[in-house]
């Protein structure tokens, strides 16, 4: 993990070097991160090494499922993110955070990842293995219905008079049933009517040469 954070810390390196006004547009949260991690694995370190000095035996059960997937999951969602801001232009803005207020008074909020073209366009970075995703899909597909209807009900995120696009990126590959129900997955409008026209699109990073 701590090869990995450093690979992921190199690349933002990288890349606010060749875009520096990228901190500004909130890359600053991904510098916070990367440092919040390499403090959780040093405590992680140090827990490891009072195991081994104790003789106790190092298990996963031992150390706790969640100490280990924390800022192993953590890492990989940055490097996503990171990988994904590379290949887009017109950056607007990094991981704005986003609501409304349903027709029925719920308040829905959620995380851009990327937004660009002065936020005509979200984009989501999604780093789940192909094999894993549809033991998730219910939980993205109750993300992927909450982005579209903030983006879709929310006038004060519309440019010119359009909401803005929501684009999936699975950057390992995407399950072929995944892809098909989020691409499937349609809102109702104020009156209850169904928009057919603002949808999900999910691109399949899998086959990148990265």
């Known amino acids: 993990m701590r090869d990995n954070l450093g690979a992921v810390e190199h690349r933002l390196t990288t890349l606010l070097e060749q875009s520096p006004d990228l901190v500004a547009k909130g890359a600053d949260r991904w510098l916070a991160g990367i440092a919040t991690q390499l403090d959780a694995l040093s405590r992680l370190s140090t827990a490891l090494e009072n195991r081994i000095a104790a003789g106790e035996p190092i298990t996963r059960r031992a150390m706790g499922d969640a100490v280990l997937h924390g800022p192993e999951a953590n ?70 219905r909450r982005q579209l209807y903030i983006s879709y009900l929310n006038p004060e995120y519309w440019v010119d008079d359009i909401p803005p696009q929501v684009k999936w990126h699975f950057m390992n590959g995407v399950h072929p049933t995944v892809k098909a129900r989020l691409e499937a997955i349609r809102i109702e409008d104020e009156t209850g009517h169904t928009v057919d026209h603002h949808q999900i699109e999910v691109i399949d990073h899998g086959t990148d040469n990265d």
Request: hydrophobic share 30%; charged share 35%.
């Open 75 to 144: 890492i990989r969602g940055y490097e996503g993110e990171i990988r994904l801001a590379e290949q887009l232009d017109n950056i607007h803005a990094l991981g704005p955070l986003v609501d409304t207020d349903t027709p029925t008074g719920v308040r829905m909020a959620s995380e851009v990842d990327v937004a660009t073209d002065e936020g005509r366009v979200w984009h989501e970075s999604k780093t789940n293995d192909i094999d894993s995703q549809r033991g998730e899909q219910k939980r993205l597909e109750a993300q992927a």
